[in-house]
């Protein structure tokens, strides 16, 4: 986006490079790297930021008001249902595709927000890796508000593992070993001395859950949840006996898992701004709009962009059982924003925040971001294509 940097960037470009910092992600964490990781960072100018910035705070403004939760007390699935629930999300994700306006102006266009864990850990393992073998810019960098590595992972175990015992606190996800982002439990694993369960792996005795921790039963006090529950449901019949994560427990949330349902594309339609595209309930739609080549229609609680329709016609709609379960969007123009020495990328950045208890606002710690040549951002629109990915932006500070 930064033209002179972009050019700098692709002249100097090795291939060499790229997989000698594969290779060291490889050495790091053998297996364990599941996705696809793009040949470039992305460099974002002050005025890009500051509209980040801008929409960032109407967004959490909204999530501060006195009917937030009575707002989107219905996100959230009745039999799913939490108790303990934090007075705000511990984390906070805010996605922005690099959107082009009718002047040809970039501009951040919001996509989706999630008040849900991200890749915290291993935002910390690739940039520090990726800068060993390629030199980022004087006066740029991926943390925020003056952070580095230290800082950023003191702020972050203070989210996470606060005033417990690490012992007594764990990573709780299905099946974690084979996630695709397995990756960034062990980068957290190493970066703050807690370890990865299985919810398989966890014993209930009456409130207390319990899990061996090199043989001992040792009590859980803290959990940094991983679970999505839609995932959870989908597998249960196969996960044998494990403990009801709904009932009244003893431990901590971090974040707790009401928030998935509260700050999610559910929340859309409660927030017009500029730089956020018009979306509607689909059950509040009273008249289709004639021009439906200019929308997309997203389920409300899939994750990773699983069962979005972009090529948008009336016969989708009206093959949909449950619209109360749905969304309707107005498309953003992404833009063919990152040169590469093929077709031009477009690309989505990730802001990350952290929210700690008592606090009234989030902090921005971190980002990440994601390059494509598809229809949409991620590996299913991306086959057998180069520059594309995984990645992070480096902002001009």
Avoid at 264 to 285: A, C, D, Q
Avoid at 293 to 307: I, R, T
Wanted: glycine content about 6%; charged content about 25%; some cysteine.
């Amino acid at each position: 986006m930064i033209s002179e940097i972009r050019k700098a960037f692709n002249e100097t470009f090795k291939q060499e490079s790229y997989e000698a910092c594969l290779k060291d992600i490889e050495q790091a964490y053998p297996a364990a790297l599941d996705f696809r990781i793009a040949e470039t960072p992305i460099f974002i100018d002050k005025k890009f930021l500051a509209q980040m910035m801008d929409v960032s705070k109407f967004i959490i403004d909204f999530i501060k008001t006195d009917n937030f939760i009575a707002l989107t007390d219905d996100a959230i699935p009745v039999e799913e249902k939490v108790k303990n629930e934090s007075k705000y999300p511990h984390f906070l994700s805010l996605d922005f595709g690099i959107c082009k306006n009718e002047n040809g102006d970039l501009y951040p266009g919001l996509i989706e927000m999630q008040g849900f864990a991200t890749l915290y850990g291993f935002q910390v393992l690739y940039p520090e890796i990726l800068e060993k073998h390629i030199e980022i810019p004087d006066g740029f960098s991926h943390f925020f508000n003056g952070l580095d590595k230290e800082a950023y992972l003191k702020e972050l175990g203070q989210v996470i593992v606060g005033n417990a015992d690490p012992k007594e606190v764990i990573i709780l996800e299905i099946k974690p070993h084979s996630q695709k982002t397995r990756i960034d439990f062990y980068c957290t694993e190493t970066y703050l001395g807690i370890k990865t369960i299985c919810l398989t792996e966890i014993h209930q005795d009456g409130k207390n859950l319990f899990y061996f921790l090199d043989g001992i039963k040792t009590q859980i006090k803290r959990i940094y949840n991983r679970i999505i529950f839609d995932e959870l449901n989908a597998l249960k019949d196969e996960l044998g006996s494990i403990p009801d994560l709904t009932s009244e427990l003893n431990v901590e949330w971090v974040g707790h898992p009401n928030w998935f349902y509260r700050i999610s594309k559910y929340t859309l339609p409660f927030l017009r701004h500029p730089f956020i595209p018009e979306t509607f309930f689909l059950n509040e739609v009273k008249q289709i709009p004639q021009d439906l080549e200019n929308y997309v229609l997203k389920p409300l609680f899939s994750f990773a962009g699983q069962g979005v329709i972009i090529d948008l016609k009336k016969a989708d709609l009206e093959q949909i059982e449950n619209p109360f379960n749905w969304i309707l969007q107005k498309k953003v123009k992404y833009a063919d924003c990152i040169e590469t020495p093929e077709e031009p990328a477009k690309a989505e950045i990730r802001l990350m925040y952290s929210w700690k208890d008592g606090d009234e606002e989030p902090k921005l710690l971190t980002n990440l971001a994601r390059v494509s040549k598809g229809k949409m951002i991620g590996t299913r629109y991306n086959k057998d294509k180069t520059w594309v990915g995984g990645t992070v932006a480096y902002f001009k500070l």
